[in-house]
């Protein structure tokens, strides 16, 4: 903090590095300093149990992968961290990493000369977006794996500041900004996690990319479903991830669902829904047409998960 | 229509003794010549080389795609401390290109820029960061000119021209080939079909970025380290351009990590390293980013095509017209070779009596194509083999079974002739036919699922050099010392296909020797007879069958001197695993070491050199001089593919590959290199692509353009079928490049038995595949 606080902003926060160092060799990061928190005892909490977990920023990807409390509790949160990059990446990423992830675009992550040649981008040097050259905002996105589930898991978050901590909503946190993807200020740093109980809740993510490793999600949607006992959906909670530049809720999707039981018809209901919201850009691998596709199949895919429906409907003959 | 051979075959591998013969090395499993050093890290490839006060070079690359370069200002960049040397296009004058026809490339641009990435001036410093700030000091004035960025654009009647030479538009190369009555051709067919395919760009990937040490010693002498395929052409290249003799210049190629086709040249590094030590009177080292290894490329063409074919009810081929419009990038490279390949070899495998081609290659604003792992006959393969699938269709023929009905067949020789002498295609497509159940799944699997199937062909080597000389493509050297020890040395370069294992594999055959009496020296220009490089599938044929006729010589002095020591008639005497016997009396036996001390002093020292010149094969017309060689390989590849219908994922299940390569001189190295086509081909099938965005690579990074993982990788079942090529050493076909064509249009035709919907460009995305799925549905909700 002392670090931090007296360099200011030419300081940057790393734990893993995964996100931070390749940002800094295509100097979109130009950090005059680096402070280390990989070690920092107050983000190594890791508690998980059928009560609810605590879950330090600096806990392991790997470790959210493997760990049998994590996958017997929250499996979806296991799976998420299961499905980002590669192993190396996961052994040295972390929680705090991940829900700090900087916004990605592919006219913004790449090398400089690349970014010089295309006269920059408004998340750095210029005052244009080049996905969007004649609006006011930027438009990279969101691309964590671990958030939408976690915002599905109604998980709280731990933000610390000198002496001042405060707890709120995981969710609270984003914004649908490219340039400034989160509401933290300087100097904030995400503590940990608090995930409450599980119980009831059954919660499902889906990720959609090119390759079964190392790529961020075009698409990922984190479903979580709560059923009274006669089936009646009685909360559900829809994030999607890699459409904006926010952890998006797909609300439209989510009222649909509530009170009645799911079945196809609800769930190609709430495809729908999610497929009108959905409003990917062309700033990431894959189209436009096929990622706001995917968000429809994924979502029916999780609902049906959720539902124990047989997981394709065949709607071509 | 087909010609039987009436001669003898005119190659040089001498003498073959009738029928199989067993053997001592050919055939085992081994492994790699260099396994240890590259499995614990102790290879030093081009980037782990350091010289006393080496320095360290970096180049400005164009940031416009397409602009005049007005004025370099270099200044400022020379005034910073560390830096120690500058250069401009102006310092380096000389155009060159890898084939005499298309010298049209600066090492440093002059005047104008043709690409995004072309580069413009390079620097030499203290360290890389000091270098790179220093690029950054350089003051570059440049006019954008529009960029033209696709066929299409390059062939628009407004089109700016890229090079002011070109006649019409930015068409660099038009061909036309015409082989037999054509009209005739089709009026005597029973049906015609036509098709259009597309091809997207692809680029290599080695593992290993390019890199490149040069130092100019005081004494003028010129050392180059390279990490390239092509060391002997490397070498003329810097001759001429440092306009140095050539005996100046020595170039080395340290362990190299792939290649695939993307280091068959001088690159502006390897260029301006050297000047740039001559300038800094330090050893200089560049090493590209993955990035910059993009704008090299020299990868697969983009490449429209047409094909009109004439078949009998049978399947039998009448006539076949083809086109084919090639996206050149910027400059010329191997191009017009590569706009000929994708015509040669269609008159392969399978027999096709008249025949037409026409191509043209075009220029465009981007990062200039070249040789990709089978070299312009891959789109090609793509088009007819799809074309094909779809005939057998409407013939009501099994796509398989036409297919090995229609065959070439062996000792024969094509309308545009190449001389075909080995051919296990009909055993490689029964052995496919077979292992995948091909005949149980073929149009019977559910909706979704599918197999397909294709057939390939390629060359063991290039039959002509790239310059014209009448001089041997593959020089060989053996000593023996008085340890019994084989040194040999020849000019080849090991990419990670293993010719190493290749050359000592021959020559401890030849020998009787094990592997471990093989010690070599490779690619270096000074130490070793020439080689032409690694590419074309060229190196086993010829440095091989040189390495084999030098070990030949060496093995008749021996012989000589075991005769007399054991009584024994030469032609009863064999030699194995370091030992000279008698094959009547197995008991009497002569050690190698000791036979090597006796013909030392009887001959004096052991030497012995050998080389290899391929037959003149080509045929009395212009254009002639690209298609033939000594040897075909042939493949054929099915696949198995499920297609989520929702999701328009493809998944390749499985790819079963059936390869003729005469004979695998190491079965595991062989493999290797089929799995590893295999996988490219699939790659480039469902997920490769090299595009482009607002002139500009869109996506110049490991993490965005998809080269896809283990994970994603199919299950390979592969088959080596021995044809014993009367030519190859010991039988010896390519193995490295022909495994991967068949399998683009083996997942085609897959998709299209899972879905009913024939895609008709490259690679199939799940993009793709939901567009068409959707089409298809809108059509049909249309119809009701």
Known sequence: MALLAEHGTDAMLMAGGTDLLPNIKHRVATPEHVVSIRDLPELQGFEVSEHGATLGAGTRLSRLEHDPQIRRVYPALAESASLISVPQVRAVGTLGGNICLDTRCNYYNQSYEWRQAIGFCMKRDSPICRVAPGGDRCWAVASADTVPVLIALRADVEVVSGHQERVLPLEAIYQDDGLEPTTLTFGEIVQGIKIPPPHGYVTVYQKFRLRQSFDFPLVGIAVSIRSDISGIVAEARIVMTAVASYPERAEPAERLLVGAPLTEESILAAGNAVFRQAKPMDNTAGTIFHRKRMARILVERALRRIAQLPETMQRVS | ?784
Request: charged share 25%.
């Open chain 2, 1 to 784: 229509m087909s010609t039987d051979i009436t001669e003898e075959p005119t190659g040089q591998a001498g003498d073959r003794p009738p029928g199989r013969r067993s053997f001592s090395v050919v055939g085992k499993r081994s492994r790699k010549y260099d396994w240890h050093a590259k499995l614990t890290g102790q290879a030093k490839y081009a980037d782990d080389l350091s010289l006393p006060r080496m320095i360290y070079g970096r180049l400005l690359r164009s940031p416009h795609p397409h602009a005049r370069l007005l004025r370099i200002d270099t200044r400022k960049a020379g005034a910073l401390p560390g830096v120690f040397a500058i250069l401009t296009g102006q310092d380096l004058p000389t155009k060159y290109g890898i084939l005499p026809s298309s010298q049209d490339e600066n090492a440093l641009a002059i005047e104008r820029v043709r690409y995004m990435g072309e580069p413009v001036a390079a620097v030499a410093a203290i360290d890389e960061w000091t270098a790179e700030e220093a690029c950054r000091a350089i003051e570059v004035l440049y006019e954008p000119l529009p960029p033209v960025m696709s066929i299409d654009e390059a062939l628009a009647d407004e089109t700016p021209k890229i090079h002011d030479w070109t006649r019409d538009r930015n068409i660099q190369k038009e061909v036309l080939l015409e082989f037999g009555d054509l009209e005739a051709g089709f009026a005597e067919a029973d049906y015609i079909f036509e098709d259009e395919y597309f091809f997207e760009g692809n680029t290599h990937v080695p593992m290993e970025n390019h890199a490149v040490v040069a130092d100019w010693a005081a004494n003028g002498h010129v050392t180059v380290w390279s990490s390239t395929q092509t060391p002997h052409y490397l070498h003329r290249e810097l001759a001429k351009v440092l306009e140095l003799p050539p005996s100046r210049i020595r170039v080395i190629v340290p362990p190299v990590g792939g290649g695939f086709g993307g280091k068959s040249e001088a690159f502006s590094h390897e260029i301006v390293a050297p000047v740039l030590s001559r300038l800094s009177g330090h050893p200089v080292k560049i090493c590209l980013s993955r990035e910059e290894v993009f704008y090299c490329h020299r990868g697969r063409h983009p490449v429209k095509m047409w094909i009109r074919t004439g078949v009998k009810g049978d399947g039998t081929i009448t006539a076949m017209d083809f086109s084919s419009t090639l996206d050149g990038g910027a400059y010329g490279s191997y191009g017009i070779a590569t706009t000929y390949y994708t015509g040669a070899l269609n008159t392969l495998p399978y027999e096709v009596p008249r025949y037409r081609f026409r191509g043209r290659r075009v220029f465009t604003n981007k990062p200039p194509c070249g040789p990709k792992r089978g070299h312009g006959t891959v789109q090609p393969r793509f088009a007819i083999e799809a074309h094909l699938d779809r005939v057998a269709e409407n013939l009501g023929l099994d796509p398989a079974a036409m297919r090995g009905h229609i065959l070439v067949k062996p000792n024969t020789w094509t309308i545009n002739h190449l001389r075909v002498t080995s051919c296990g295609l009909g055993d490689a497509i029964e052995a496919v036919i077979e292992r995948s159940d091909w005949t149980r799944k073929h149009g019977r699997m559910r909706h979704g699922q599918g197999i397909g199937l294709a057939c390939s062909v390629y060359l063991s080597g290039a039959g002509l050099p790239i310059y014209w000389n009448p001089m041997p493509h593959s020089g060989a050297q053996i000593k023996i010392d008085r340890g019994g020890g084989v040194t040999v040395y020849c000019g080849t370069s090991d990419i990670g296909q293993d010719s190493d294992s290749m050359l000592a594999c021959v020559v401890a055959e030849e020998l009787g020797v094990d592997l471990d009496a093989i010690h070599l020296v490779t690619g270096d220009t000074s130490l070793a007879p020439v080689d032409l490089g690694s590419y074309s599938s060229r190196v086993t044929f010829m440095a091989g069958n040189a390495a084999r006729q030098a070990a030949a010589q060496l093995r008749a002095r021996l012989m000589d001197v075991a005769a007399e020591t054991l009584e024994v008639p030469t032609d009863r005497l064999a030699a194995a695993g370091g030992i000279i016997f008698d094959r009547q009396d197995t008991a009497r036996q002569l050690p190698f070491d000791e036979a090597a001390r006796l013909a030392e002093a009887r001959f004096g020292t052991l030497g012995a050199v050998g080389s290899y010149t391929p037959p003149r094969l080509a045929g009395p017309y212009k254009g002639s001089g690209v298609g033939p060689s000594p040897a075909y390989s042939f493949t054929c590849a099915a696949a198995e593919v499920e297609v989520d219908t929702e999701t328009g994922e493809l998944r390749v299940r499985k790819i079963w590959v059936a390869h003729d390569l005469g004979r695998a001189l190491n079965p595991t190295v062989c493999e290797g290199q089929i799995e590893g086509g295999v996988y490219m081909g699939w790659a480039e099938a469902t997920i490769e692509e090299q595009v482009f965005r607002k002139g500009l690579h869109k996506q110049p990074s490991l993490l965005e353009y998809k080269i896809p993982a283990a994970q994603d990788t199919p299950d390979i079942d592969t088959v080596m079928i021995e044809s014993d090529d009367p030519e190859g050493p010991f039988g010896a076909k390519e193995v490295g490049q022909g495994p991967l064509a068949p399998v683009i249009p083996a997942v085609t035709n897959a998709v299209y038995d899972a879905i009913g919907i024939r895609l008709t460009s490259t690679p199939i995305t799940p993009d793709k595949i939901l567009h068409v799925l959707e089409a298809r549905r809108k059509r049909a909700s249309a119809a009701v």
